[in-house]
């Protein structure tokens, strides 16, 4: 990008990018079809059973899915056999309403209806995809840098960098490549201010998302092209930039056939990360020396106490204006999640100037089902999207976890986002992120089923735009 070229600037605050008329189209009809299915589905049960049996086939698996989640809550938060009992249930409860269902004299409509209902969601989620504004991040073709210094660690993600012969191939790239010492502690932020100063002009991490989070943050202070190599275990930022995750020498590519994007950067405590920022129940789980090498079974064995007995630090979140009183726990992450899960998913977006913050509070069985049953719409959980996010507490240092790196820090402990920080170098033939799978809004389904713009109308309007 030449320094006269006017960058793209990204809409207004609060305004929607709509969907080309094709796709408004299509969601529509997918929406409409959604409704008909769900419609088909109570049908299906009425005629089958009688309104009265209906009711009772819908009581039957809510009342399945409640016990089903109560059961989930007891094996979380119990321990050896307990743990065993609360697995039973959940299954046991599944069961037998398949059971019941299989012994009935109508379950082949059932069945049927089953299968409409399974349609009706796998439409309405599409009809949302479908709908949904674009997710695509601005690129700019800029010159292939000349002095590019890679820092690779030869233990992520199980070897990854000698496996796919990071180094040999990036040497022949012409890159300078600084493989770090596994034996001994190094400040890769150090390794990459020197690379810096010795002139380079670009500068990558093939390793976890913390290595990449300090590395990027001396990119952005200095204002240099940084380049992301999937070398890591789970890869989420590499993911959101749309890499190829199953084989990171791709990424190299970036170096040859490369475009530079521009994306937000969130700041904890003075501290730079690319993901996201925990604190409460999980980030008490990131600070076991066993989480890294087994973060499941790790997770497995603290829940109960962290749930059921946690004595950590009652938390406040101030976000924007909004406070968010005795969290269990909460998640920050540079820009919103898509379906807004608790770390789950990904960013379709990585520069909306905006912080996502999502909040949870699971104490007991009761709230458990409730968080089951209606997902991000429950109680439990607090989606939202700020500028700054202030956590305090009732103790004067909180454990934290940042892009999986576990940290104390000092209270208030303030977040923030900084749009268009960092300069990422990716190839421009890359696989791209995996669409979202968005949660099911019935309310804007119906808005756009019953949408007054004819289809005829948008067909006008997008002749008119080509």
Request: neutral net charge; hydrophobic residues 45%.
């Amino acid at each position: 990008m030449s320094p006269t070229q006017a960058m793209p600037s990204p809409p207004p605050e609060g305004v929607r990018l709509d969907p080309s008329p094709r796709r408004t189209r299509e969601a529509r009809w997918l929406a409409r079809a959604a409704l008909a299915l769900g419609l088909l589905t109570i049908a299906l049960l009425i005629t089958a059973t009688g309104l009265g049996g209906g009711l009772i086939a819908l009581v039957i698996a809510v009342a399945a899915l409640v016990v089903t989640a109560a059961g989930g809550w007891w094996a979380l938060t119990h321990h050896g056999v307990l743990r065993a009992g609360g697995v039973l249930v959940a299954a046991a409860a599944l069961i037998i309403m398949v059971v019941v269902y299989v012994s009935s004299d109508v379950w082949l409509e059932v069945l049927f209806s089953a299968l409409a209902w399974a349609a009706a969601l796998a439409c309405g989620r599409a009809a949302l995809r479908v709908d949904a504004p674009p997710a695509v991040v601005p690129t700019w073709d800029t010159p292939p840098p000349r002095k590019p210094v890679l820092i690779m660690n030869p233990a992520s993600g199980g070897g990854k960098v000698g496996r796919f012969g990071l180094v040999d191939k990036a040497e022949k790239l012409g890159c300078e490549v600084v493989l770090l010492d596994t034996t001994a502690h190094q400040d890769v932020a150090a390794i990459a201010r020197d690379a810096v100063e010795q002139g380079a002009d670009l500068i990558g991490v093939a390793g976890g998302d913390g290595t990449q989070a300090l590395v990027a943050g001396v990119a952005a202070e200095h204002d240099v092209p940084f380049m992301v190599i999937s070398a890591g275990t789970r890869n989420h930022f590499a993911m959101d930039l749309g890499l190829d995750r199953e084989d990171p020498s791709r990424c190299l590519d970036a170096l040859t056939d490369g475009v530079e994007m521009h994306v937000d950067l969130g700041k904890v405590a003075g501290r730079t990360f690319v993901n996201n920022a925990s604190f409460g129940v999980y980030a008490e789980i990131v600070q076991s020396p066993e989480y890294r090498d087994a973060k499941a079974a790790t997770s497995l064995q603290q829940l109960p106490d962290l749930l059921t007995g946690y004595s950590g630090a009652t938390l406040t979140a101030r976000l924007d204006g909004t406070v968010l009183e005795g969290p269990q726990a909460v998640l920050v992450s540079a820009n919103p999640y898509g379906s807004g899960r608790f770390g789950s998913g990904h960013r379709p977006r990585l520069d909306t100037g905006r912080l996502g913050v999502v909040g949870l509070t699971v104490r007991n069985a009761a709230q458990a089902a409730d968080l089951a049953l209606r997902g991000e719409q429950s109680g439990t959980m607090t989606n939202a999207a700020a500028r700054e996010v202030v956590i305090t507490a009732d103790r004067p240092t909180i454990p934290a976890g940042v892009d999986g790196e576990a940290l104390d820090l000092k209270v208030p402990v303030r977040c923030s986002i900084v749009p268009g920080a960092l300069r990422v170098r990716v190839p421009r033939d890359r696989p791209g992120a995996a669409p979202e799978r968005p949660a099911i809004d019935w309310h804007r389904l119906v808005t756009l089923a019953v949408s007054i713009r004819s289809d005829d109308q948008d067909g006008q309007r997008g002749a008119t735009q080509a």
